[in-house]
Structure formats: C-alpha cells, structure tokens
C-alpha cells in the first residue's frame, strides 16, 4: 500500500511543549508508522517545529491567525492540489475555518478535531466555519462525552463523528516531584492540588466552597495551579475557603504535572465544557489519583471507586465528601493512584491514539 498522504493543519502560540505534547505524539506516530507521508503547516513560531523536524518531518509555516485568511485558504489550497493531499486533518478552530474552506471543490478528505463539549449550536453561524462546516467529512473527539454532544447539533449522518483519545507516554513523567520546600507546609499534610487554567468553569469556587465543609482539624495543603496569586478575584476566592494561610495560589507553572506528583490527590471540579483533561492525565501517569466532576470526559478518565471518585458538578458537599474520604484512609488513595496509573499506560498510550487515528483515514479513503 502506497503512503497516505497527509496535511495536518494546527496552531499553538504556548512556550510549554506539555499542552501539545500529546498531538505532536499523534503526528510522529503517524510519520513513524511508516504508512503516512506527512507535511505539516503551522504557525511561524509554533513549538512543535523542532520536534517535528528532529524526526524528519516537513514543516511548512502560515500565520494562521484568522478566522478565515484568503492567504491562508489559498495556500492550503495550493499544498492540496499541488502534492494530491488524500487526508487533511484539522487540529483547531482556525485550522478548520481556512483549511474545510480550502477543501471546497477540491479530492481530498476532511478531519475536523473537537476537544470539549458545549458551546456548539445550529442557529450560530459561526458554527457552520468549523463543527458543521459542510465540507468535514470526519470529526474526531477527545472522548465518547464530546462525541455524544456533538452529535445533537451535526446534520446528515452522525456516524461521522467518532472518538479517539489521545495519548500520553509514560516517558514523559519521569522527572521528580516538584520541590515545595519554598511553600513551608507542613511535611505531614495531605496535599490537594488543583491544576487547571482557572476559568470560571474549572470550579475553583466549588473546591473553595468545599474546604469549609470538612472538618476544621484537617490537616490539609491545597495548591493551585494557574491561579494568579496577584488576582484580586483568585485572593478573594480563596478567602472563601476559609483557611487562607492553607490554600497557596501557585501561578502559572511550567513544571505543573511535577507538581501534581508532589500532591497526595489532585482535583478538578469543573462545572461544564469540558474534553479529557490533560492535568488529570498527567496526575494520574505520576500515580496520583483524581476526584473530578461528571461532566465532558473526565468520567472516561477515572474508574469512579476503582482509580478515582467521581462526583456530581457544582456539587461542594459531595466533592468534601469524596476529598474526606480518601484523607482518612491513605491506603486506599494509594491503591487508587496506582491504578490510575495503570489505566492511563493501557488506555490512554500513544499508539492506541495513533492506531485509531490510522483507521480513520483508511476508512474514509476505503484501504484495507
């Protein structure tokens, strides 16, 4: 069989190679299968560049910074005909309103990437630029949540939404915990950390509501991660808890899954829209175990009781329920993290992602 010929689209202004580590995994994947002749177009200062170069991938660049750019629909256009492109895979927003728009008139394959739920309707317009832009012929989710809320708002055939999980490589989590030392907590407390961009649907305001709710003898550290500790609102929420000299608003932080590995639980309470939560993922590889709301896909991530404990969203009390529960019996927050390790190496590995993602193109392309 002849190499499939690939054009993935993508773009990333993050510094951090962590948030996108996981797609450049799914990128190499497909190069290193030896079955898809891969070019990549990205922004100038994207920092996937060198890792997709060191494996001899082609990377060409675009600014990619418009909704929808003639200069950029045009060169997507001009690398489509010009190499026969058979698969167009679109890794965002952007990607997808100049590259399906590209595509219109044009043999080749169309794969939109959808991470989260919500924020989807039939009566917005925008919408029809990239989730139910008419020229998609494939859209693949981060989980069976995002799966399912997409298919309510897509016209025609559902089947084209499917789900494929991305995948995390336990070599990337072998650095040591990160060094608290600098916080002054207490060397005995059961550690909490919350790692996520503090949106008001991460559910900070629940965890906050939570503290309060468990007994006032706990000794107990929380650390946030990517709360600004110059905010009046992220100061003002931790207030809130109750015990302002044990929560400790850590800031953005490049070495985020380390600190997760220095905490005993990690926690994401979100509220809605929400994909498959990388920091659940990187706590998880450290053998750390997570509670997390039942909303997007974090419930596909934690075996409720087996790996982790999920509960309702919005819900303080069952959350301090849930956090009380795993304070007073270690052992069993050991055993949890363990398993979630396990979980992640078995279900959530590099080449499952890349496996799948194969039989996507060679369904569409009808190979066998």
């Not at 997808?96 to 169309?110: F, I, P």
């Not at 939404?161 to 600098?182: E, F, I, M, N, R």
């Not at 965890?207 to 468990?214: E, K, N, S, T």
């Not at 709360?227 to 302002?244: H, L, N, T, Y």
């Amino acid at each position: 069989m002849e190499k499939i010929k690939l054009l993935a689209v993508t773009h990333h202004s993050r510094k951090n190679i962590n948030p996108i580590r996981p797609e450049a995994s799914q990128i190499i994947g497909l190069h290193r299968s030896g079955k898809v002749d891969v070019t990549v177009l990205c922004n100038p200062d994207s920092t996937l560049i060198p890792f997709l170069e060191k494996e001899g991938i082609e990377v060409l660049t675009n600014p990619l910074d418009e909704k929808l750019s003639w200069h950029t629909i045009k060169k997507i256009r001009s690398l489509l005909v010009a190499r026969k492109i058979q698969v167009l895979h679109l890794f965002n927003n952007i990607a997808c309103s100049n590259g399906a728009t590209a595509a219109l008139g044009v043999d080749v394959k169309v794969i939109a990437y959808r991470g989260q739920t919500g924020n989807m309707s039939r009566w917005d317009p925008s919408c029809y630029l990239t989730m139910l832009h008419p020229r998609l012929d494939k859209i693949i989710c981060v989980a069976k949540a995002v799966e399912e809320d997409l298919k309510k708002y897509i016209w025609g055939k559902k089947s084209k939404v499917v789900t494929v999980y991305k995948g995390h490589d336990q070599s990337w989590y072998q650095k040591s915990p990160a060094d608290l030392s600098g916080l002054n907590l207490d060397d005995d407390s059961f550690k909490l950390s919350l790692v996520a961009n503090l949106r008001p649907r991460k559910g900070l305001h629940v965890l906050m509501d939570a503290i309060p709710l468990l007994p006032e003898d706990l000794n107990i550290d929380v650390l946030l991660v990517g709360a600004d500790p110059s905010s009046d609102k992220v100061q003002e929420m931790i207030a809130r808890s109750g015990r302002p000299d044990r929560v400790h608003a850590l800031g953005y932080r490049e070495d985020a899954p380390e600190v997760a590995a220095a905490s005993d639980l990690t926690v994401l309470p979100t509220t809605k829209r929400e994909g498959l939560c990388r920091a659940v993922l990187e706590a998880n590889s450290y053998g750390i175990p997570a509670i997390v709301s039942d909303t997007g896909g974090n419930a596909e991530l934690v075996a409720n009781g087996e790996t982790g404990i999920v509960v309702a969203p919005g819900n303080a009390k069952e959350l301090a329920d849930a956090i009380l529960k795993l304070y007073n019996d270690r052992i069993l927050c050991k055993q949890f993290g363990k398993k979630a390790k396990l979980r992640a190496i078995e279900k959530f590995n590099v080449e499952q992602g890349v496996n799948a993602t194969l039989e996507v193109y060679k369904d569409l392309l009808k190979l066998t």
